[in-house]
C-alpha cells in the first residue's frame, strides 16, 4: 500500500502554481485539500506512515516555491467554519481574511477593517502576525487552537501564549498547525466601517501592483532604539527620520533609494508601484526570483549598510 491508497482524495504532480498568489512553482509530489481537522490529522499521519515530509499551505501568499516543486505532501487547508458570539469571531483557519472583515463588519463589529484586500487566510496571517498601517492581526488575537503534527493533541494558546512579534509568531518554531481560533472586536457604526474598507482598498490600489506577487519579500527595518535618534541607521542617514511609522522605516524606501524600481530578471521586476514589491510579469520562475531578491539585498547593503530580512516563505529550495 502506497498514500494514494491510504489518504482518500490525495492526487499526484500538482502544479503548486496554481495555489500560490506568485503563480510561480514546480509541481508537489503528493497534493491533499484538508476540510475539517479531521482530514488534517489523517494527511500528517498518511505522510508519517510512508515518510514523506509534507507541508502546509492556506491561501498561498507570502510563499516562493521552487521550480523543482515539492518533493511531498502539501496539505491545503481549506476549512471554512464560521462563528459570530456577540463581539468575538471564532473562525477556522481556512476562512479568507479578506471574508472575515466583511463578516465582522456586517454584524456591526470593528477592528480589522485595515485587513480588507490582504490576501490569504486567517490561518496565515496568525501564523506570520500579518500586518498594515500599524496595525497586526496579534491585536484582534483571543486564543488560537492547534492540532500537534507530533501526537495530534489539540492545544490552546492565549494571545500572550502565541509569541507575537513583528511578522512571526512561535507557530513559526513549533511542530503545530493552526487550526482555529478566536477574535475579539468592538462594536461599531457599519457605515464608518465601511468607510474605513473602502479607504484601505483605494489605499491599495495606488501601491498593490496589477501582477501576480507574494507579497512584500522584505521585513520594514525595525528600530534599535525607542529613540529614533539614537538608532544607527538613521544616525548615519538623518534623512530617515522622517520615514519612521511606528517604530519602523519602510524598506522600500530604501530600495526606491537604490533606483531598483523597475529591475528586472527574466520575468521578475520590482513593481514600479511600490519597491518592496517583486512581481511576475508572465512566466516567471522561481530562480528568476531569487536572484532578484539576491540583487536586491547586495544593493540595499551596498547604500544603506543594513541586511535585509525576508518576509517571503521559501519551499523546495
Not at 57 to 67: A, E, K, P
Not at 226 to 236: G, H, I, W
Request: some cysteine.
Amino acid at each position: 500500500m502506497d498514500i494514494l491508497n491510504s489518504l482518500q482524495g490525495v492526487q499526484e504532480n500538482v502544479p503548486i502554481s496554481n495555489y500560490v498568489t506568485f503563480k510561480i512553482g514546480g509541481p508537489a509530489r503528493y497534493f491533499f485539500v484538508a476540510k475539517n481537522k479531521e482530514e488534517i490529522i489523517s494527511a500528517i499521519k498518511a505522510a508519517k506512515e510512508f515518510n514523506i515530509p509534507f507541508y502546509i499551505i492556506g491561501g498561498g501568499s507570502n510563499l516562493l516555491v521552487s521550480d523543482a516543486g515539492f518533493n511531498g505532501l502539501i496539505i491545503k487547508i481549506q476549512t471554512a467554519g464560521f462563528q459570530i458570539q456577540d463581539t468575538k469571531i471564532i473562525a477556522d483557519a481556512g476562512v479568507s481574511l479578506s471574508r472575515l472583515v466583511i463578516e465582522s463588519v456586517n454584524a456591526g463589529l470593528s477592528g480589522l477593517e485595515w485587513a480588507m484586500g490582504i490576501p490569504g487566510t486567517i490561518g496565515g496571517a496568525v501564523y506570520g502576525n500579518a500586518g498594515a498601517y500599524g496595525h497586526s492581526i496579534s491585536e484582534s488575537i483571543e486564543k488560537v487552537t492547534t492540532i500537534s503534527s507530533l501526537d495530534y493533541s489539540i492545544k490552546e494558546y492565549d494571545r500572550n501564549g502565541c509569541g507575537f512579534v513583528y511578522r512571526g509568531s512561535a507557530f513559526k518554531k513549533m511542530d503545530e498547525i493552526i487550526v482555529d481560533m478566536a477574535l475579539i472586536f468592538k462594536e461599531g457604526d457599519k457605515n464608518e466601517c465601511q468607510k474605513k474598507i473602502r479607504e484601505a482598498i483605494d489605499h491599495r490600489k495606488t501601491k498593490t501592483p496589477p501582477y501576480p506577487s507574494a507579497g512584500c519579500p522584505f521585513k520594514n527595518y525595525r528600530l534599535k532604539s525607542k529613540n529614533p535618534e539614537e538608532d544607527p541607521l538613521v544616525k548615519k542617514f538623518p534623512e530617515l527620520n522622517g520615514k519612521i511609522r511606528a517604530g519602523k522605516i519602510g524598506v522600500g524606501y530604501m530600495i526606491d533609494g537604490c533606483g531598483l524600481r523597475g529591475r528586472q530578471i527574466g520575468q521578475a521586476m520590482v513593481s514600479h508601484q511600490h519597491g518592496n514589491w517583486i512581481v511576475n510579469l508572465g512566466g516567471a520562475t522561481a530562480k528568476d526570483v531569487m536572484e532578484l531578491i539576491t540583487v536586491v539585498k547586495e544593493e540595499v547593503k551596498e547604500k544603506w549598510g543594513i541586511e535585509l530580512e525576508e518576509e517571503t516563505r521559501f519551499l523546495g529550495f
